[in-house]
């Protein structure tokens, strides 16, 4: 299942669902409130369709973000808490991107990791899901 939503400035939030358990969002381009509310309302989507344990956020496509993406940001980190998935899983090649990251994450209270790279990102939510299989719904 894969959604992508384009906004003007050109940024773009795609949805996928790389496995079982885990949706992924991949920011790309000039990402602004907009871009995060739209990946806001197909995650809330995916998430009445099938369980939400891992959110993998990929934001090493971000060109540039504005200051209206903290609160959408907030929203979005915040569903899985609400479905009470086990954590946030992010891929920010930007110190500045982590450190955004990380903030909203602390805000939201829900845990997070951050890797370099998608592969490590996916890597790590397999042996998770793996390693606690009872846990999955």
Known sequence: MDFEDR???PGVARLT???DG???VVFEGAV????VKSAVTRLRTIARQRSVLYLLVDGTKIGTY?????????ELLSIVREQGGREVVMVLSSAVHRLLGATVAMMV?????IFATRHEALDYIQ?????????RR
């Not at 209270?109 to 990791?113: A, D, L, T």
């Open 32 to 35: 602004d409130g907009r871009v």
């Open 7 to 9: 906004t003007d400035p």
């Open 22 to 24: 885990c949706v992924e």
């Open 109 to 113: 209270r829900v845990p997070i990791k």
């Open 66 to 74: 504005d200051g209206t993406v903290r609160d959408e940001g907030k």
């Open 127 to 135: 042996r998770e899901l793996t390693s606690f299989p009872a846990a």
């Open 17 to 19: 669902t790389p496995c």
